[in-house]
């Protein structure tokens, strides 16, 4: 059953304040005039008490004054007030009460608060009816009977009040229920749609659901693992951190490993939130995700036996095409045999091959690294050696765009880098190229200029590789080190790529301990920053 119940506005209130304070001094005459001395003094203390509470409310703010707890506080001072002041007047009336108990009864059950007006209104003609009947004349009604009817009403109202509460919050109850039962009803749903496992625990690890992928990693249906803990269902695992030690820690989010190494080895790794360090714990604290590792490494491992094995498929017939066309262009009798028409295309075979070769060979590299096994050799290397190493790579690759390269004096004075010598060489060999490569100008320039201001502090030297190129375009200049990210331009580079080489290239700067950035404008080209570490034996002394 729903009631409502509105008082309206401050002044509302205080102004059936005011009615019952007059009521109280209307007791206090009445009394007076019974020479009933004896309760005066008490029912001066009662109109005192009031009149300061109304003076409380009446500087009270409206906000504050209308919060539920606030008005039903008034309202049982004030019924209390009134009850000791007829008390005081009347004494205990077996008819007057039972009178009251019927309006709190009929005022609690209205649905609004005319109705509990109209309740009370039909309790005051009740009681009057059976005081005339008592009586038998009207003279002989008493003036005090009718100073209790203004009484029935805010009994009337004050009961309502309480009923219309109870009634809110079993409405609330009721609707928070139905929230419940369609939220979980909802996570349910959306736990057997996710393709992790996921379990939702309490505070102690008692398991409150489970989706179905976690049924699978641990054996277990949902239904059987409700209320129980969850070391007891992972059972045969064990856990990177102890269950109590997870129990206990204040950080809001762990991740850790549960391992199992029995005839059926697996590797799980858990993500477990926790609710943040002063939060109040509800009946939900604890929710694991689960990702099952070993089905990750497979697919690791599934890629980079593919892309080895694709690598090396050809770089067996490419190595061989390179061959058999270079013989061809190396032997004049050959060639002497055969029409120009045939003497291009054995030079197109020979450049394609070439270029086959370099993509077979970065993802045999990118295979490697993805799975960490790329075996790195440092050692000592003047950085000019370095760059001439990477210049005859240029000049040796079939049908490579003429281009000037210009080397700052400057790089001549730079100690030498602890660096592996391959993988570098590559990165700073494809960065050129790609310069080179993306450049319409009619006059292709690299320069190649290092910048020692912080070498003797941080021991590391940056290497800085410009152009005079059309620069990278926007749209891509925050993916280029993603993969695959490619871009072409049809009239400068048809075959543009296979769009790894500089997401290769950050993974070797890496992986020697340095970094790469860049810096492009459009029509002012672009130029990569080099960071690597100089060699620690020459480094402290320069």
């Given at each position: 059953?729903?009631?409502n119940?509105?008082?309206g ?15 109280l ?13 004896a309760?005066?003094k008490?029912i001066?203390?009662?109109i005192g008490i ?10 009270m ?7 539920p707890?606030v008005?039903?506080l008034?309202?049982v001072?004030d ?7 007829i ?47 008592i009586t038998g ?42 929230t ?6 909802r ?7 996710m ?5 939702i625990a ?13 049924e699978?990693y641990?054996k ?18 064990t856990?990177e951190?102890?269950?109590?030690e ?5 950080m ?9 190494d ?10 477990l939130?926790?609710p ?9 604290s604890q929710?694991?995700?689960?990702e ?27 190595a ?14 050959i ?7 045939s ?9 394609k091959a ?9 993802l045999?590299k990118l ?25 005859h790579s240029?000049k040796?690759m079939?049908?490579?765009p003429?281009?000037?390269l ?12 602890s ?10 060999v ?11 100008k ?21 290497i800085?590789?410009?152009d ?23 009239e400068v ?6 769009g790894i ?12 301990s ?11 080209g ?17």
């Open positions: 059953m729903k009631t119940f509105s008082i506005s401050k002044i509302t209130v205080l102004i059936i304040r005011f009615i019952m304070w007059a009521l001094i209307v007791f206090m005459l009445y009394g007076s005039l019974n020479a009933s001395s309760f005066l008490p001066i203390v009662l009031h009149l300061i509470s109304q003076l409380i409310v009446f500087f703010r409206e906000r504050f004054l209308f919060k707890y008005q039903m008034v309202f001072f019924v209390i007030v009134l009850s000791a002041a008390y005081l007047t009347q004494g205990f009336n077996q008819d007057l009460y039972l009178i009251y108990f019927l309006t709190i009864f009929m005022a609690s059950i209205a649905r609004s608060t005319v109705q509990a007006l109209m309740a009370s209104f039909i309790s005051a003609l009740f009681y009057i009816g059976v005081t005339y009947f004349t009207p003279e002989k009604i008493e003036p005090i009977v009718l100073l209790r009817v203004p009484f029935l009403f805010l009994t009337a109202l004050s009961s309502h009040y309480f009923a219309a509460k109870l009634g809110r919050k079993h409405d609330e109850l009721e609707t928070l229920e139905q419940g039962r369609l939220f979980e009803s996570i349910i749903k959306l736990l057997d749609t393709s992790s496992g996921t379990i309490d505070n102690d690890f008692n398991v409150i659901r489970m989706n179905a992928e976690a699978i641990f277990i249906k949902d239904e059987n693992a409700i209320g129980r803990n969850i070391a007891e269902i992972t059972h045969g695992f856990p951190i102890p269950w109590k997870l129990k206990s820690k204040r809001p989010m762990i991740r850790f490993d549960l391992r199992r029995d005839k059926e080895p697996s590797h799980l790794s858990v993500l939130s926790k943040p360090e002063g939060v109040k714990k509800g009946p939900v929710i694991m995700i689960i099952n590792m070993s089905r990750h490494k497979e697919n690791t491992d599934f890629k980079k036996d593919f892309l080895q094995t694709i690598s090396r498929s050809f770089s067996k017939p490419i061989s095409i390179i061959k058999y066309t270079e013989y061809i262009g190396n032997d004049s009798s060639l002497a045999k055969i029409d120009e028409n003497k291009s295309l054995i030079h197109s075979i020979h450049e070439f270029q086959l070769s370099n993509i077979s060979a970065k045999e295979s490697l690294i993805e799975a960490g096994t790329l075996n790195l050799k440092r050692e000592d290397i003047a950085l000019t050696q370095l760059i001439n190493d990477c210049s240029l040796s079939p049908g490579f003429a281009f000037k210009n080397i700052d004096d400057s790089l001549a004075n730079i100690p030498p880098l660096i592996d010598r391959d993988s570098i060489t590559e990165v700073i494809n960065i050129i190229e790609n310069a080179v490569k993306f450049n319409d009619p006059e292709k320039e690299v320069w190649v200029r290092s910048n020692n201001m912080n070498m003797v502090s941080s021991n590391q030297i940056e800085e590789i410009s005079n190129g059309k620069g990278i375009p926007v749209n891509l200049q925050n993916k280029i080190f993603n993969k695959p990210i490619t871009y072409t331009r049809n580079a048809p075959n543009a790529g296979t080489g500089l997401f290769i290239c950050k993974k070797l700067i890496e992986l020697n340095g970094k790469i950035r860049f810096e492009s404008a459009p029509n002012k672009t130029k990569f920053i080099l960071t690597l570490p100089l060699s620690l034996a020459i480094g402290k002394n320069v």
